[in-house]
């Protein structure tokens, strides 16, 4: 049965990140925003509370202790801070968890260690691709095995942290088989090059990039899984999870703030709080919240609780109504706060900003 009391470990990751975010996050995330660059230190600090180190197994060095929805609860705390900060802090999990998940032995022995490093590993993942109604189970890149080494071609946009990466995870249809397939690739690979920085709207402090393949040679045993399929399916749905998560966490964010707000702004004598319009929007920002808040458990703990299934229903859903509820509840803070809510150094315009984004960030995540 679905518990929604934490354990005390659970509560006790979930408190620090929080400290974290709000002391040292929201501190530097608005200069961040505005110089379109990642505050290092700041990410540094996030990286050491741990929570991807703890996932690696003991013989690599880490905890053994991988658990999805606490991975889910970490994200949403992080991201109560600020998207683009807990995006950055995360993205070597985009290496690391499908590794974790469905890498050969051979694979976890060279990758896993590098998570319980003193810093950030440069890993990231390249999934999405340009163009309309991008499908992830259909992607224009491809891969074509030859002479014992598969040839990637195609080219992938919104890659976090490319530049300088030490391995890329990149996700091919494979033209033999006509299966999703994830490459790992060094990131110095001849061939592999980094086109443009995506000028985005939102998470504007995170590095996101547009990656050219072309005939990019990896041997056979890079393939993430070796000779059997790299499990896409069940990965994707551990981002479609984690990136509802933080979605949460955006929302949280902005709806705790225009409440607060709303008690301390006073028109007419009275706080606009006790409006009945105001009133309203915000008890219906909260049931949003929670609303998502409660399918994104739901979907981590199918995912904890019965990993041999996808669970693509619950994953599918809660990213569904996450990216729905996040936009509904950033829209609604920007509303509370008035004129207010549209000048740049009240935090509740960039949240906007970034809860649009989420029904195009498929990928840029994983528990």
């Known amino acids: 049965m679905l518990s929604f009391t934490p354990t005390e470990e659970q509560q006790m990751l979930v408190d620090a990140i929080t400290r974290y975010a709000v002391n040292d996050v929201r501190a530097a995330a608005h200069d961040a925003d505005e110089a379109s660059s990642l505050p290092a230190a700041v990410v540094q600090k996030g990286w ?7 996932v690696v197994p003991a013989d690599y060095g880490g905890l053994g202790e991988y658990s999805p929805l606490t991975n889910a609860l970490a994200a949403e705390a992080f991201a109560f801070g600020d998207l683009a900060v807990a995006l950055a802090v995360m993205a070597p999990g985009l290496v690391g968890l ?3 998940m469905a890498g050969t032995e051979a694979q976890q022995q060279h ?9 950030p590993p440069g890993f990231t993942a390249a999934m999405l691709e340009p163009g309309i109604a991008f499908d992830p189970y259909a992607p224009k890149t491809t891969a074509r095995r030859e002479n014992g080494h598969y040839v990637l071609d195609g080219l992938k946009c919104y890659v976090p942290l490319a530049e300088g990466a030490r391995r890329v995870l990149v996700y091919a249809r494979d033209v033999n088989t006509g299966s999703v397939e994830g490459f790992l690739v060094d990131g110095d690979a001849q061939g592999m090059s980094i086109v443009d920085r995506e000028r985005l709207m939102g998470v504007r402090a995170l590095p996101l990039y547009r990656v050219q393949l072309s005939g990019v040679k990896v041997s056979a045993d890079c393939k993430l899984g070796g ?4 499990a896409f399916t069940r990965i994707h749905n551990h981002s479609q999870v984690a990136l509802a998560a933080m979605a ?3 929302a949280r964010g902005a709806f705790e703030y225009a409440r607060d707000y709303a008690k301390e702004r006073v028109q007419f004598g009275v706080p606009i709080a006790t409006k009945q319009a105001i009133a309203f929007m915000l008890a219906e920002m909260a049931i949003e919240v929670d609303a998502a808040r409660l399918m994104v458990w739901e979907a981590a703990w199918k995912l ?3 990993p041999e299934d996808d669970n693509t229903a619950e994953a599918r859903l809660a990213k569904d109504y996450a990216d729905k509820a996040v936009m509904m509840v950033a829209d609604g803070a920007v509303q509370v706060l008035g004129g207010h809510g549209y000048i740049r150094e009240h935090p509740v315009e960039r949240w906007l ?14 528990i």
């Not at 990758?111 to 810093?119: K, W």
């Not at 000779?227 to 790299?230: I, R, V």
């Not at 900003?353 to 994983?366: E, K, S, V």
């Open 98 to 100: 499908p590794v974790l």
């Open 227 to 230: 000779e059997q399929p790299t």
């Open 304 to 306: 904890e609780t019965d």
């Open 48 to 54: 050491e509370i741990g929570v991807l180190p703890a």
């Open 353 to 366: 900003r970034n809860a649009r984004g989420f029904a195009a960030f498929d990928g840029l995540a994983m």
């Open 248 to 250: 949460v966490g955006v």
């Open 111 to 119: 990758i896993l260690p590098a998570l319980v490093e003193e810093t």
